[in-house]
């Protein structure tokens, strides 16, 4: 008789697409969201934090970027046939509560928002189906000095994370204008806003490719389209010579000066009402940011910040880090945006039936990260806790009480749990765990009322099989009387 198969074990991975965080990443994360929380809310911002989980009909057309509904979102059908999904960003959530709470939330509703989000797309390099971010909005007001407020707020909180002034700059455009370029150049009719409505999808697309694909790329895409270096073919918006030109000379028409540019917007728009209430607003956003000291140090009008996504309806926004990197293969460039969002009037209204006005911003958490450490402001490392060392297993409870003073005082501390048999093992745990001091007491030194303090920071790293009394001999140690513990280590830390 066969004997029986064992049960196939389960690869011990995350699924395709995912990652586990450890310790220092998870440290400088919350230490950074920290840092944000307390700009938002300096400018009024409440937090909220809304289900991982919405209805499929709730969270409406996913990812406008994608051709099908239904792709790019974790979706399941639950037992009484309602569909549910992952949401795939923080506003569409934000929409539902906005429309659910009307009634009850003040007008205009300023709230921010971070967290994990899912979306259910071809993984690569870097790119993951699971990741951060970090949003802010206001719901209810209609005043691009709402926009102009999140702009200079971004602005502050990547000076508060970090990110030096000159190492940033903020880009503002607005859809309006876009809409008068391309009313102008014949791809959007005002009495009918869904004619052409396909063309001017992949026009948007094409535009907000302009840094990765340059000029003649994008005059592919606005024409009969694009074929990749790996022979795939891009359908392209079909536009004439002559219309492509219109579209082209917007993404150029950035000027020295706020104003300058403005001037150019205004004669590209023409005789278009949009466009002219476009150039009006981005005009009255510069005067609001220049009047509260944000120049073009900081914020800048450029007209070749579009924005992909198709529900923004007035001001869009791209914050850019503007410092050199260097790439997998050694070359230089620049970082690149972390940040993006804009004005959409029209989400709410699927719930409402009204038009609701809103604008946010939201930042890419992970990438901003990968920033602070390119720019040397995180190291990927952190302290661990000072390791209480057991010389005798029956006296714990000693152990455990100078474990218990150091955390009282707001030091972080551990008794070592493993074998304490082998010393050597617990000089090498406190090792792999990064801790800054160790905290030996045998029989001779609990007999004197004293503790061994050892710095391993200071001293050289813990030979793997160094014996007690060597380890004693090294730099960087001190005994102490036991009733000192917390102000020695305190001082040692310092």
């Known amino acids: 008789m066969a004997q029986d198969k064992q049960p196939r074990r389960p690869k011990a991975e995350p699924p395709k697409g995912f990652r586990d965080y450890f310790g220092a990443e998870v440290t400088e994360r919350k230490a950074m969201l920290d840092a944000i929380a307390e700009v938002y809310q300096r400018y009024g911002f409440d937090p909220l934090e809304t289900s991982a989980v919405e209805t499929v009909e709730a969270l409406g057309k996913f990812l406008p970027d994608v051709d099908r509904p239904n792709e790019g979102v974790f979706g399941w059908q639950d037992e009484d046939q309602d569909w549910l999904a992952l949401r795939y960003d923080l506003t569409a959530p934000l929409a539902r509560v ?71 700059v903020v880009k503002v455009n607005n859809r309006k204008v876009l809409n008068g370029v391309m009313e102008v150049a014949g791809v959007l009719d005002p009495s009918d806003p869904t004619r052409f409505e396909a063309e001017r999808g992949i026009v948007l697309r094409a535009i907000d490719k302009l840094d990765r694909l340059g000029d003649a790329g994008v005059r592919a895409l606005l024409g009969d389209g694009r074929r990749d270096d790996s022979g795939d073919f891009t359908k392209g918006a079909g536009l004439s010579g002559e219309q492509a030109e219109v579209v082209v000379g917007f993404t150029s028409a950035r000027r020295d000066t706020g104003a300058a540019t403005v001037a150019r917007l205004r004669e590209l728009v023409g005789a278009s009402v949009m466009g002219a209430e476009g150039v009006a607003e981005l005009e009255q956003m510069a005067a609001l940011l220049d009047a509260q000291g944000y120049g073009a140090d900081r914020i800048i009008l450029d007209p070749g910040v579009v924005r992909g996504l198709g529900y923004y309806t007035g001001p869009v926004y791209e914050a850019e880090l503007t410092f050199e990197i260097l ?36 930042i890419g958490v992970d990438r901003l990260l990968a920033a602070l450490r390119a720019k040397g402001r995180t190291t990927g490392a952190s302290a661990g806790p000072v390791v209480v060392t057991v010389m005798d297993r029956d006296r714990m409870a000693d152990y455990f009480a100078m474990a218990g003073e150091l955390r009282a005082a707001g030091i972080r501390a551990e008794v070592y749990l493993g074998n304490p048999k082998q010393f050597g093992n617990q000089l090498k745990y406190a090792d792999k765990r990064a801790s800054p001091v160790a905290v030996i007491q045998g029989g001779n030194e609990a007999a004197a009322g004293t503790v061994i303090l050892k710095d391993l920071i200071l001293g050289a790293k813990i030979a793997e099989n160094a014996t007690l009394e060597e380890w004693k001999d090294r730099p960087a140690q001190v005994e102490i009387p036991r009733a000192d513990l917390v102000a020695a280590v305190r001082k040692m830390l310092g």
Do not use: H
């Open 98 to 168: 906005a429309a659910q709470y009307r009634n009850d939330l003040p007008t205009p509703y300023r709230r921010y928002a971070m967290g994990p989000v899912w979306r259910n797309e071809k993984p690569g390099p870097g790119r993951f189906r699971q990741f951060y971010q970090c949003d802010a909005d206001t719901v209810g007001s209609a005043s691009v000095a709402a926009d102009a407020e999140i702009c200079a707020m971004l602005s502050d909180a990547f000076e508060v994370v970090g990110i030096p002034r000159g190492d940033y």
């Open 327 to 362: 790439d997998d293969k050694g070359r230089k460039r620049q970082f690149g945006s972390v940040a993006g969002g804009g004005r959409y009037d029209d989400l709410v209204k699927r719930f409402t039936g009204q038009s609701v006005p809103a604008t946010g911003v939201s």
